[in-house]
């Protein structure tokens, strides 16, 4: 049975791993004149001969940014500008999938209706043969007529074969647009 609901597409996660790539690009430039702050400590012993003398650093570092000449607005425009991109580029991967989703499954239950269809003149060929030949062997029948019942029987069962070889064929193609098998 192939899932109705697709799983993930490697396509779709790439596409929401550069979105938040950019959005984290736009907030980094939304906060381009807040003031930072950072602190460093140091610990450690400059001593020889394996003595212990100990020492011990703090340093802040307090960074404003001023002016950049207008550099992230354009920055901020920009990453703006491809996260929009991305997502629109998203929202019709998802409608591409969906669509590819949708007729990958009609096609293999149209195809599997298609065998299931061709199951009953393999029976009645089956039978037709079998008849054939039981009158062949009381001698009401002629070798012609046998000649055509076998041909008659296994057209019908190749293209039963056939049709079951498209369905399969189907159902491959719906459970890679589902992405219901893990790949590892």
């Known amino acids: 049975e192939i899932a109705q609901n697709p799983g993930r597409r490697e396509e779709l996660e790439q596409l929401e791993h550069g979105i938040r790539m950019q959005q984290t690009a736009v907030r980094r430039e939304k906060q381009f004149f807040l003031p930072r702050l950072a602190a460093v400590v140091d610990f450690g012993s400059q001593d020889f001969d394996f003595a212990l003398s100990p020492y011990a650093m703090l340093g802040l570092n307090l960074e404003f940014s001023l002016y950049d000449h207008r550099a992230h607005r354009h920055r901020r425009s920009s990453a703006e500008a491809e996260s929009q991109r991305l997502i629109a580029q998203k929202e019709h991967a998802e409608a591409q999938i969906d669509l590819q989703v949708r007729t990958a499954l009609n096609g293999f239950r149209t ?48 293209q039963h074969a056939l049709a079951l070889q498209n369905a399969w064929m189907k159902w491959a193609d719906a459970t890679y647009a589902t992405a219901s098998f893990p790949i590892e």
Request: zero cysteines; glycine letters at 2%.
């Open 111 to 158: 195809a599997s209706q298609q065998a299931r269809m061709l199951e009953t003149p393999v029976r009645s060929a089956a039978a037709s043969h079998r008849d054939v030949l039981n009158r062949y062997r009381e001698g009401v029948a002629t070798y012609l007529e046998l000649l055509d019942a076998q041909e008659n029987l296994k057209r019908t069962r190749l």
